[in-house]
């Protein structure tokens, strides 16, 4: 069963001309096959991480949370730059107010960190 038709085709991969012996022959060697086979998957994947980026960006921008009034004491520390130590010794020199809730829950208004980090505090 072999064909004796010869097609001028174009490789749909490299773009160069070459002769083929059946109608449904797509590329010019089986290295531009397996090469553009490659560059579909490469294109897909590109696609489909660019869509999970794009819900990830309209779904974190309609939901930002909102700036909280009072912190405790691991968050006061993280958005200071401050050990959490620190934290509580600034808070039992009085240099900061705090607010006692439990013998393991103690919370800070959000006014009182925006003074540490604006006029800033020495430790001694």
């Given amino acids: 069963m072999s064909s004796n038709l010869s097609i001028k085709r174009i490789c749909e ?14 590329y010019c060697s089986l290295k531009c096959n397996s090469r553009h086979g490659k560059q579909k998957i490469r294109e897909q994947k590109i696609k489909v991480s660019e869509v999970e980026v794009q819900s990830t960006i309209a779904t974190s921008g309609t939901s930002l949370a909102p700036v909280a009034e009072f912190l405790t004491v ?6 200071v730059n401050l050990c959490t130590r ?6 039992y020199s009085g240099k900061i107010k705090a607010v006692r809730l439990s013998a393991r829950k103690i919370i800070i208004k959000r006014k009182e960190v925006d003074k540490i980090a604006c006029f800033g505090i020495t430790v001694r």
Avoid at 13 to 26: E, L, S
Avoid at 74 to 79: A, D, F, G, I, R
């Fill in 74 to 79: 691991k968050e006061v520390s993280k958005l």
């Fill in 13 to 26: 991969y490299c773009r160069n001309t070459f002769t083929a012996k059946t109608t449904v022959t797509r």
């Fill in 86 to 91: 620190t934290i509580y010794s600034l808070i």
